[in-house]
């Protein structure tokens, strides 16, 4: 019963950051420049597009948020090979908290006034950026299949590719429906928080992380390794 509320609350948890990650890329393409800071995928293309002089598109935008989301990562895996050694569950705790402040400092900036309109848009493309790489960084060490929270290329894919009209055995199909719907559905609660402004979108976002962590302080085996949800991870990869 125990073991079988944990995965619950865990699955929640990565759908919820599914829905927050097309939030965000709403805010990012729509307000910040037509540039991704969740979807590596998408700001590539669009850096090509941008360096073959396509108009309205910023090569140095797309730039700025590969780079953060790099450092993000890096941040990630960092956190997630010094801490995970001595608690599971503080790693991810300290984890999704960071992501938290990065997020919080993206709607301070956001609301903040400043000189320059670039640069309030840099600090938040640099912010979100921060956020949504050490946040992919986490997942992937979760490593639960089909729900990287992030990219859908490849859940879509699984979706069709091992479909019953595929000959395959439709494994997980209502997680990865459901990544899917979530997505969607951010980004469109995403494009209309920005009719009224940056910071409603970006709050929503905080506040979807703060939500991570208080789930992860409220239940220590989350992040302990002990849910059968955990233990089947390394079958299903």
Sequence with gaps: ????????????????FTAVTGLIDAV???????????????????????????????????????????????????????VTPLSSHRWKMTAFGCEALFLLAATLAS??????????MYAVIVLTALA??????TVRKIALPDLTTT?????????????????????????RVMSILLMFAGAVVGALLLRHSLALPLGLATASAVCGVAAFYGNPRLGSGETRIAGKVGNDA
């Design 132 to 137: 949504m790489g050490l946040r992919n960084a």
């Design 1 to 16: 019963m125990q073991e079988a509320r944990q995965e619950r609350i865990l699955l929640l948890l990565l759908y919820l």
């Design 151 to 175: 990219v859908l290329t490849l859940t879509i894919t699984g979706l069709a590719a091992d479909s019953s009209l595929a000959g395959g055995g439709d494994p997980r199909w209502q997680r």
């Design 28 to 82: 990012s393409y729509i307000a910040l420049g037509h540039i991704f800071t969740a979807n590596m995928t998408g700001n590539i293309v669009l850096l090509g597009f941008a360096l073959a002089g396509v108009p309205g598109l910023s090569a140095l935008r797309s730039l700025t948020a590969f780079t953060a989301f790099f450092v993000g990562a890096l941040i990630g895996g960092r956190l997630a090979a010094k």
């Design 111 to 120: 609301i903040v006034p400043v000189l320059f309109d670039s640069t309030r």
